[in-house]
């Protein structure tokens, strides 16, 4: 990850970014939903700091981040009024280091998208400080398409699993469920519908959000119900994964 060069001054971040709301609320618009009510997030994988500036610039400030190492770098050079969404996979001994990066403002700027077990979210927990008197958000990631590519709990013990995080895990929040789906295959999108449906109910949560759709098809997620999604590279262009 270079934090400082390497700017590609063709892609039109402002113009992209404000493009891929004007989309958001048009789809909230035809599901008869608040458009407040979808978050999104700026997928910023592999993109150089100058890059996420112009984002904060235009007024968005939700970041998102695949790898923890990029994430943290990122935190000690952005200002405080960025909010850190973490969606790539993470392995439990660098919890620690991931949310270390908060310890001189606050666990509630990191959301983490990617738990899928009861030892990462025993490994998040245990890494905030006792000092801070916020909550770590969660979601719990679900392994919709069967795929044996996808990270992310079976759905049918997506329900337990989640009883066991807000049972033993005190200084986390769940927030919601968040699934990859597989290429083209909205069933994805109701199937994490209907798991977050059982988890609600198991916890007598009805304010569980999700987290589905990216580039490809957020606003087919909307449809669906998202109230989270992942917008990448129609916001900041094309990747460069020679560095990864």
Same mark, same amino acid.
């Given at each position: 990850?270079?934090?400082?060069?390497? =700017?590609? =001054?063709?892609?039109?971040?402002?113009?992209?970014?404000?493009?891929? !709301?004007? @989309?958001? @609320?048009?789809?909230?618009?035809?599901?008869?939903?608040?458009?407040?009510?979808? @978050?999104?997030?700026?997928?910023? !994988?592999?993109?150089?700091?100058?890059?996420?500036?112009?984002? &904060?610039?235009?007024?968005?400030?939700?970041?998102?981040?695949? $790898?923890?190492?990029?994430?943290?770098? !990122?935190?000690?050079?952005?200002?405080? =009024?960025?909010?850190?969404?973490?969606?790539?996979?993470?392995?439990?001994?660098?919890? *620690?280091?991931?949310?270390?990066?908060?310890?001189?403002?606050?666990?509630?700027?990191? *959301?983490?998208? *990617?738990?899928?077990?009861?030892?990462?979210?025993?490994?998040?927990?245990?890494?905030?400080?006792?000092?801070?008197?916020?909550?770590?958000?969660?979601?719990?990631?679900?392994? *919709?398409?069967?795929?044996?590519?996808?990270?992310?709990?079976?759905?049918? %013990?997506?329900?337990?699993?989640?009883?066991?995080?807000?049972?033993?895990?005190? !200084?986390?929040?769940?927030?919601? &469920?968040?699934?990859?789906?597989?290429?083209?295959? %909205?069933?994805?999108?109701?199937?994490?519908?209907e798991c977050r449906d #059982?988890? #609600?109910?198991? &916890?007598? @949560?009805?304010?569980?959000?999700?987290?589905?759709?990216?580039?490809?098809?957020?606003?087919?997620?909307?449809?669906?119900?998202?109230?989270?999604v992942r917008v990448g590279? =129609?916001?900041?262009?094309?990747?460069? $994964?020679?560095?990864?």
């Amino acid at each position: 990850m270079s934090t400082n060069e390497d =700017t590609d =001054t063709t892609v039109d971040i402002a113009g992209n970014l404000a493009d891929v !709301k004007a @989309r958001i @609320r048009a789809a909230c618009e035809a599901a008869g939903k608040d458009p407040s009510s979808v @978050r999104l997030v700026a997928v910023s !994988k592999t993109k150089p700091v100058p890059m996420l500036q112009q984002c &904060l610039d235009a007024g968005h400030t939700i970041m998102g981040e695949n $790898y923890a190492q990029e994430l943290v770098e !990122k935190v000690g050079i952005l200002p405080d =009024t960025v909010h850190w969404h973490f969606i790539g996979g993470l392995q439990s001994n660098k919890a *620690t280091m991931l949310v270390g990066a908060f310890k001189n403002s606050t666990v509630d700027r990191l *959301t983490v998208e *990617t738990v899928s077990s009861l030892k990462l979210a025993s490994k998040l927990n245990n890494a905030v400080p006792d000092t801070d008197s916020t909550l770590l958000k969660i979601f719990v990631q679900v392994n *919709t398409s069967g795929e044996d590519s996808k990270s992310g709990v079976e759905a049918d %013990e997506c329900a337990a699993l989640c009883q066991d995080i807000v049972a033993k895990c005190p !200084k986390l929040h769940l927030q919601g &469920l968040m699934t990859i789906g597989a290429p083209d295959d %909205e069933s994805c999108f109701t199937a994490l519908a209907e798991c977050r449906d #059982a988890v #609600a109910s198991s &916890l007598g @949560r009805a304010d569980l959000e999700l987290s589905m759709g990216m580039s490809g098809d957020f606003e087919a997620a909307i449809a669906a119900g998202a109230t989270n999604v992942r917008v990448g590279s =129609t916001i900041f262009g094309a990747r460069d $994964y020679s560095t990864k």
